[in-house]
T-cell receptor, first 116, second 111 residues
Framework: GAGVSQTPSNKVTEKGKYVELRCDPI?????LYWYRQSLGQGPEFLIY????????DSGLPNDRFFAVRPEGSVSTLKIQRTERGDSAVYLC??????????????FGPGTRLTVL | GQNIDQPTEMTATEGAIVQINCTYQ??????LFWYQQHAGEAPTFLSY????GLEEKGRFSSFLSRSKGYSYLLLKELQMKDSASYLC????????????FGTGTRLTVIP
């Protein structure tokens, strides 16, 4: 694919439910990032993967949030026991490498999560 | 924590020049990025500064002063399609691989 893809584009769920959001990065990009963007705000960093491992998960708000990237390509962000405050657009980005000084990140279209 | 400030909204006239400022206070510094984001769409990369000075790219230029913790994005010959949010983001040295964003500046270009 030409760019970063995310599915689903929209997800509506009820408070307390479990959701999974998927990100398919640009082929060959080893670094993958998850951000969360609330209305009128800039993206907020959640977690960064270099290959299969989470190099920095300091942005995850609490233990209800978890992300995996088992084969170093596709990543899944998992949210347990969703709360209304989790409603936001979840953005995924990828870059060629996470360690280069020049590190343009390419963003996907996002998944809009609404928790009722 | 990381603190990145930008004006919330700006309005400018088609054909004019507009400057969007960004100030930052971060635990470290390993580059400053500007992204453009149209409503409902993903951010797209505009520019990157890591050394002091001006980087020019067509109608868009970005300036950085590390000693002042200050950057600006300059948009020339404004077009209606430039109406969007402009996000300033810093990559602190310690966490060199993620970005901290400001809230974004929503620019409206009027005829």
């Amino acid at each position: 694919g030409a760019g970063v893809s995310q599915t689903p584009s929209n997800k509506v769920t009820e408070k307390g439910k479990y959701v999974e959001l998927r990100c398919d990065p640009i082929s060959g990009h080893t670094a993958l990032y998850w951000y969360r963007q609330s209305l009128g705000q800039g993206p907020e960093f959640l977690i960064y993967f270099q290959g299969t491992g989470a190099a920095d998960d300091s942005g995850l708000p609490n233990d209800r949030f978890f992300a995996v990237r088992p084969e170093g390509s596709v990543s899944t962000l998992k949210i347990q026991r969703t709360e209304r405050g989790d409603s936001a657009v979840y953005l995924c980005a990828s870059s060629l490498s996470g360690s280069a000084s020049y590190n343009e990140q390419f963003f996907g279209p996002g998944t809009r999560l609404t928790v009722l | 924590g990381q603190n990145i400030d930008q004006p919330t909204e700006m309005t400018a006239t088609e054909g004019a020049i507009v400057q969007i400022n960004c100030t930052y206070q971060t635990s470290g510094f390993n580059g400053l990025f500007w992204y453009q984001q149209h409503a409902g769409e993903a951010p797209t990369f505009l520019s990157y500064n890591v050394l002091d000075g001006l980087e020019e790219k067509g109608r868009f230029s970005s300036f950085l002063s590390r000693s002042k913790g200050y950057s600006y994005l300059l948009l020339k010959e404004l077009q209606m399609k430039d109406s969007a949010s402009y996000l300033c983001a810093v990559r602190p040295f310690r966490r060199a691989n993620n970005l901290f964003f400001g809230t974004g500046t929503r620019l409206t270009v009027i005829p």
